[in-house]
């Protein structure tokens, strides 16, 4: 299909615990706490690369890089960008656009947001402007409003190469 436009929303939620570090678009947030997760578990990187994967009608993150496959074991989240990107690229998409959201009790992102906008711009090869990064919290309410978890929201638009 050679749509004009593409638009691919993608979801990511990982539990916490305390020790290790939380990357969180390709920036450390926190060095005492991590995700559970195979890889890196940047919730940022994930739901990208689903909103990614989405848009293009090519299924989720879970599909190309299993957690069951060795080869992603602690791997950072920014090679599963690049390496979907390449595809986006090959198929002749540009993104247009990028809309993430962080839910998180803890760490605070505020300052670490245009760092975010920054590598995220550069690994989908866009301007800064064309990312915008919000962060919120779930108020105490359920596993990331108790701190016990964090998950992103990204929704991303590409437009067809002419």
């Not at 690229?89 to 947001?113: F, H, M, Q, W």
């Not at 995220?120 to 779930?138: C, E, I, P």
Request: aromatic share 4%; net charge negative; hydrophobic share 45%.
């Amino acid at each position: 299909m050679n749509a004009p436009y593409r638009i691919g929303h993608g979801y990511d939620l990982h539990r916490l615990q305390a020790g290790g570090r939380l990357m969180l678009a390709g920036v450390e947030a926190a060095h005492d706490l991590s995700p559970v997760s195979h890889s890196d578990g940047d919730v940022v990187l994930h739901a990208l690369v689903d909103a990614l994967l989405g848009a293009m009608g090519w299924g989720d993150i879970g599909e190309l890089f299993p957690n069951t496959d060795s080869q992603w074991k602690d791997a950072p989240s920014r090679v599963f960008v690049e390496q979907v990107m390449n595809r986006v690229s090959n198929a002749g998409y540009d993104v247009i656009n990028c809309d993430l959201t962080i839910l998180a009790e803890r760490p605070k992102l505020k300052a670490l947001k245009p760092q975010m906008r920054e590598n995220v711009s550069k690994l989908l090869r866009v301007d800064a402007g064309q990312v915008n990064v919000k962060a919120g919290t779930n108020e105490g309410v359920d596993a990331i409003g108790r701190g016990e978890a964090i998950a992103a929201h990204a929704v991303i638009l590409l437009s067809r190469r002419w």
